[in-house]
């Protein structure tokens, strides 16, 4: 599926809503090879449950991954299996990122905007713009792990596009983009202790990040794999009306989905890797513009 259908905002097609309520077998049968259905107590809301989630699955996941292999982390070994002692001596002789004037950090987001987010769209553009709006009255140091992470992020993925362009050249950047995402990796494990939306957003930033800069094409179907295992656990790909989690929570659920379909199908075509999910098994609404994507408050 091409990045721009996805984002077209164009409704699905009508007989989805409606099989949705049918007892496909078929369907049910493929979506029993990748994932098990819970169901709560209320019967509201059913949601799909893995071995591991949060910290632990991040822990699990570092640890298979060889992060040495990531533009501007070469000194990186994950073998010892301690995240804390991994932190503490991995980084050593990393070369950190310092915060750049308002100047820059307004046209990196303004960047990643038209260049990035338009076609992936992962982040919480709302969150982003208040954390960006915050940096004028707040100290860095006030902000939780998890809003340093996606803002480094943020600036690394927009500075590495737009490295070559005259006009932020001549903003001259103290920063490179590695440098940004160094910054930001050393935060990634603790996105683990937040919701399991914020960890998927957090590993698809990471993976955009690998397709932009180049990393290790077997590191990229891991992380791909990873990434769509976690949403087929949280039933991002199925589309539900009687699942009673609101209108916005459902939308970041889709983004999130399709941007792990996208991420996995192109790694396919890369290396010949087999797909996580067969597509009759997915119904998930496709992506649609809203209120949360305004670039102002106003």
């Known amino acids: 599926m091409r990045s721009a259908e996805v984002l077209s905002g164009a409704d ?14 078929e369907i049910d049968k493929i979506v029993t090879e990748v994932g098990s259905l819970n169901n709560n107590s209320s019967g509201t809301y059913s949601s799909y449950l893995g071995s591991a ?14 992060v040495s292999t990531l533009h ?3 000194s990186l070994d994950l073998n010892n299996g301690n995240l804390n002692a991994f932190h503490e001596s991995s980084f050593a002789n990393a070369v950190y990122a310092t915060l750049p004037n308002h100047t820059i950090i307004d046209y990196l987001w303004i960047s990643y905007i038209d260049e990035v987010h338009v076609l992936y769209p992962i982040i919480d553009i709302s969150r982003v713009r208040k954390i960006i709006s915050d940096l004028k009255n707040r100290s860095m140091a006030s902000f939780g792990p998890g809003e340093r992470y996606v803002l480094f992020m943020v600036f690394a993925i927009a500075s590495y596009c737009s ?9 001259k950047d103290d920063n490179l983009p590695r440098e940004y995402f160094a910054s930001a990796f ?8 937040g919701s399991q939306e914020e960890l998927i957003e957090s590993l698809e930033m990471l993976t955009l990040w690998s397709l932009i800069s180049n990393d ?17 656990e949280l039933g991002c790909h199925r589309y539900n009306p009687n699942w009673d989690i609101g209108e916005s929570t ?7 989905w399709w941007c792990a379909f996208m991420f996995e199908r192109q790694v396919a075509v890369q290396t010949g890797r087999v797909l996580s999910i067969r597509s009759q098994a997915i119904d998930a609404e496709l992506p649609k513009f809203s209120d949360r994507d305004a670039l102002t408050a106003e």
């Open 250 to 256: 459902t939308e970041r659920r889709n983004r999130l």
């Open 186 to 193: 050393k935060y990634l494990e603790a996105t683990g202790s």
């Open 53 to 66: 989630t949060g910290t632990t699955l991040l822990q699990i996941f570092l640890n298979q991954v060889d």
């Open 216 to 232: 290790s094409t077997g590191n990229l179907w891991k992380l791909t794999r990873h990434v769509v295992t976690l949403c087929i």
């Open 12 to 25: 699905p097609p009508k007989r989805r809503k409606h099989e949705v309520h049918r007892q496909d077998t």
């Open 72 to 74: 501007g982390l070469k």
């Open 163 to 171: 490295q070559n362009k005259k006009t932020y050249q001549q903003l």
